[in-house]
């Protein structure tokens, strides 16, 4: 998947032509934006993210876009991402879930960690912390999934994984 932002001159059926060519390499568009407001040099900005299958085609996307006068201001891969959420629950500080997603880090690519904790439970000392990544793959969120629930096993722990898995 890509994400392309191109200038095309302001003039009738430039927009088409823009895109017109993403057809002509086997491509798939997802999804369009052009912002007649933000102008640039009598250009306005078309924002298109797409499918390709091969780095050929997208170098021979951009050759046509150069051929028709289209300025390609930027160009990159675009991603989805895979959420994982867990529960963690015992008798830990919040260093123990700092060091644990910093030693997870070393294993599986985070795009982001939040984690939460709640205040410690007077009564017994326990407290529970929720953990919400955004991985790149299921395999790192496997891997994740495998390092957590071994390290709290370890570690005397209780840990839920979410529901909203796939």
Same mark, same amino acid.
């Given at each position: 998947?890509?994400?392309?932002? =191109?200038?095309?001159?302001d003039?009738?059926?430039?927009?088409?032509?823009?895109l017109?060519?993403?057809?002509?390499?086997d491509?798939?568009?997802?999804?369009?934006?052009?912002?007649?407001e933000q102008?640039?040099?009598?250009?306005?900005?078309?924002?298109v993210?797409?499918?390709v299958s091969?780095?050929?085609?997208?170098?021979? =996307?951009k050759?046509?876009?150069?051929?028709?006068?289209?300025v390609?201001?930027?160009?990159g891969?675009?991603?989805e991402?895979?959420?994982?959420?867990?529960? =963690?629950l015992?008798?830990?500080?919040?260093?123990?879930v700092?060091?644990i997603?910093?030693n997870?880090s070393?294993?599986?690519?985070?795009?982001?960690?939040?984690?939460?904790?709640?205040?410690k439970?007077?009564?017994?000392?326990?407290r529970?912390?929720?953990?919400?990544a955004?991985?790149?793959?299921h395999?790192d969120?496997?891997k994740?999934?495998?390092f =957590?629930f071994?390290?709290?096993e370890?570690?005397?722990?209780?840990l839920?994984?979410?529901?909203?898995?796939d």
């Open positions: 998947m890509v994400n392309a932002e =191109l200038y095309v001159r003039l009738p059926g430039q927009l088409v032509g823009s017109e060519p993403i057809s002509m390499v491509g798939n568009i997802v999804g369009v934006v052009h912002d007649r102008k640039v040099n009598n250009r306005i900005l078309v924002s993210t797409f499918e091969t780095t050929r085609e997208l170098d021979q =996307l050759a046509i876009w150069r051929s028709k006068d289209i390609i201001s930027k160009l891969s675009v991603y991402t895979v959420t994982a959420e867990y529960m =963690l015992g008798k830990f500080g919040a260093a123990y700092d060091d997603i910093d997870a070393k294993i599986v690519d985070f795009e982001s960690v939040d984690v939460s904790y709640t205040s439970n007077s009564a017994d000392d326990s529970t912390a929720l953990i919400t955004e991985l790149r793959n395999e969120r496997d994740l999934d495998r =957590l071994k390290s709290s370890r570690d005397g722990l209780m839920i994984r979410g529901l909203g898995f």
